[in-house]
């Protein structure tokens, strides 16, 4: 093959997350019988330590020209975003969600999406029970009051948080990878698991041990702590609302490391001031980051330490996450897969 001839993928890490690019230079390379050229960059767009992302125009024209795929984790991507970059045939959401991402768009130009699906099971799933944890067993509380002035007295707080696990039920909205984790994860702490998933065929709840409701209004009514795993879609978006926290016992707690658009703050806020809820851990909210002209009461409340509100990351998920996405992109991009490839009428 001639030199001419010799393709080059040029690939973009939109936000900017690694101090170095060794693993994607890695993966990406060419292999045996393979001849082509990368051009890989980080363009620095939403780093971790930024506050606002920089828009995709600042990519300089001459780059934006050239781009074939497009890694991206936490940056939405629109109709107008498409515009910007003519040669784009692969764009991977580095997560699981990819509704910040115009499908339909990309669609019209031919642009395959892909996503992570099994990015980040074991952490979130432990997160989810760790919030659990910290609220049954009074550890928040406990570690409040010994840090106040004066430190609280050695004794028992009176608190409807705490309780004991074993044989409450760990009640689940989405039993997909995340979902399944943290369902073995309750159980193994004693947990009765109950879920909601109209998606998942039958039997699943029998491979697992685990119980299944058809009825989601069930779901809620027998869950002592409820913990959302549902991805954000038309279907869901404000989906868990006030209507469906109050059907939830006296004392029962919330968990949401799913999507912060599946969840109304404003029915958590309501559900939490009038004690059917007794604590909610939110690992995701509505809009990230914070817009702070507009922060919702709820969230002021707990910034401020009201009496009424008194109440996932890890190493290697982070080398996953940067793992998984270069091999999707790769998959796709260079040698003509169609792995996690996201279809604009899928969910």
Known sequence: MAE??????????????YPDDNLERTLFAPRPGQ?????????????????????????????????DGIEVLKMPFTAEDVALFPQLKVIVRMGVGYDKLDRVALAKRNV??????????????DHAIALTLSMRRGILIHNERQRA????PW????????????????????????GTAAALRAKALGFKVLFYDPYLPNGADKSLGVERTKDIKELFRRSNVLSLHTPCTRETRGMVDYDLLSLLPPGAV????????????????????????????LDVLP???????????????????????????????????????AE????????????????????
């Open 112 to 125: 395959t999406v892909c996503n992570v699906p099994d990015y980040g099971t074991e952490e979130i799933a």
């Open 254 to 281: 919330l968990v949401n490391t799913s999507r912060g658009e599946v969840l109304q703050l404003d029915g958590v806020e309501k559900c939490l001031k009038e004690g059917s809820l007794a604590g909610a851990g």
């Open 35 to 67: 001849k082509y050229k990368l051009n890989y960059v980080q363009t620095n767009l939403y780093t971790s330590m930024a506050t606002e992302m920089k828009p995709w125009s600042d990519i300089p024209e001459d780059l934006r020209n050239q781009v």
């Open 4 to 17: 001419d001839d010799i393709p080059t993928y040029t690939i973009i890490q939109a936000d900017g997350l």
């Open 149 to 152: 002035t004066p430190p609280a």
């Open 287 to 325: 809009e990230e980051p914070i817009n702070e002209d507009k922060v919702h009461p709820l969230i002021q409340a707990y910034r401020r330490k009201e009496d009424w509100l008194e109440a996932f990351y890890s190493p290697e998920s982070f080398i996953d996450i940067r793992q998984k996405s």
């Open 328 to 347: 999707t992109m790769r998959d796709v991009l260079i040698d003509g897969l169609k792995s996690n490839v996201i279809t604009p009428d899928m969910e």
């Open 155 to 178: 004794v028992i707080i009176p608190t409807p948080l705490v309780a004991r696990l074993r044989d409450s039920t760990f009640g689940i909205l989405g039993l997909g990878r995340i």
